[in-house]
C-alpha cells in the first residue's frame, strides 16, 4: 500500500531557531499535499495545501511567513517552521494524495516538534 | 511493521440503517486509538480510547476497543446523509512520536 514518511519524528530545538520537517510519499507521485497540526486529544488542523510546482494554499489563520510550505516534487513537500516559539511545540501531520479530490489521503506518521 | 487496517474501504447505506466500520491495527507500544471524521478538510476528532471493553458514546455513535484482540469498531445507527464522510482510524504509540492511520472507510449514505 502507499506509504508516506516524515522526518523528523522528532525534534526539540530552541526558541528562535528554523526547523524543517519532510514529508516524502515512497511509491506514488503525491500531486497534493497537506499539512496538519494536532492539538491533544482534538481534531486535526489543516494548515496549508500544497500541490507541486505551485504555491501552498493557507488556510485562514495560519500565517505563511511563518510556515514555509515548499513542494518541490511529487514526491516531497517541506514545511518549516520559521523562528520557533514555544506555542509552536506541537504534532505536525502531513498527508499525500495521487489523483484529485476524493482520491484518498494517506496520512504520515507525524513530527513531535518541542520548542524550549 | 506497524500497521493500521481499516475495512471496508468503502460502504453506501441508506438512511436509517446502522453502519459497523472495522479498525485492526498492528503497533509497537500501543497507547491509544483514535477516530476522526472527515468531511471536507481537516478530520474532526470523535474518540479516543485506551481501555478494552469500555464503549464510548456520543449521540448515535459508538465506539468500543478489544486490546487482545487488536481491533476497535465505530457504530453509527440510524444513520442520515451528513454521516457520509471518510471515517479514519489511527492508532497512538507510546511517546507520540507516530501515529498511525488506516486509509479511511469511506461512508455514504443516501436519502
Known amino acids: 500500500g502507499a506509504v508516506v514518511s516524515q522526518h523528523p519524528s522528532r525534534v526539540i530545538c530552541k526558541s528562535g531557531t528554523s526547523v524543517k520537517i519532510e514529508c516524502r510519499s515512497l511509491?506514488?507521485?503525491?500531486?497534493?499535499m497537506f499539512w496538519y497540526r494536532q492539538f491533544p486529544k482534538q481534531s486535526l488542523m489543516l494548515m496549508a495545501t500544497s500541490n507541486e510546482g505551485s504555491k501552498a494554499t493557507y488556510e485562514q489563520g495560519v500565517e505563511k511567513d511563518k510556515f514555509l510550505i515548499n513542494h518541490a516534487s511529487l514526491t516531497l513537500s517541506t514545511l518549516t517552521v520559521t523562528s520557533a516559539h514555544p506555542e509552536d511545540s506541537s504534532f505536525y501531520i502531513c498527508?499525500?494524495?495521487?489523483?484529485?479530490?476524493?482520491?484518498?489521503?494517506?496520512f504520515g506518521p507525524g513530527t513531535r516538534l518541542t520548542v524550549l | 511493521e506497524d500497521k493500521v487496517v481499516q475495512s471496508p474501504l468503502s460502504l453506501v447505506v441508506h438512511e436509517g440503517d446502522t453502519v459497523t466500520l472495522n479498525c485492526s491495527y498492528e503497533v509497537t507500544n500501543f497507547r491509544s486509538l483514535l477516530w476522526y471524521k472527515q468531511e471536507k478538510k481537516a478530520p474532526t476528532f470523535l474518540f479516543m480510547l485506551?481501555?478494552?471493553?469500555i464503549e464510548k458514546k456520543s449521540g448515535r455513535l459508538s465506539s468500543i476497543l478489544d486490546k487482545k484482540e487488536l481491533f476497535s469498531i465505530l457504530n453509527i445507527t440510524a444513520t442520515q446523509t451528513g454521516d457520509s464522510a471518510i471515517y479514519l482510524c489511527a492508532v497512538e504509540a507510546t511517546g507520540a512520536n507516530n501515529l498511525f492511520f488506516g486509509t479511511g472507510t469511506r461512508l455514504t449514505v443516501i436519502p
Open positions: 485506551t481501555s478494552s471493553g
Open positions: 498527508s499525500a494524495r495521487e489523483g484529485g479530490p476524493g482520491d484518498t489521503q494517506y
Open positions: 511509491d506514488f507521485q503525491a500531486t497534493t
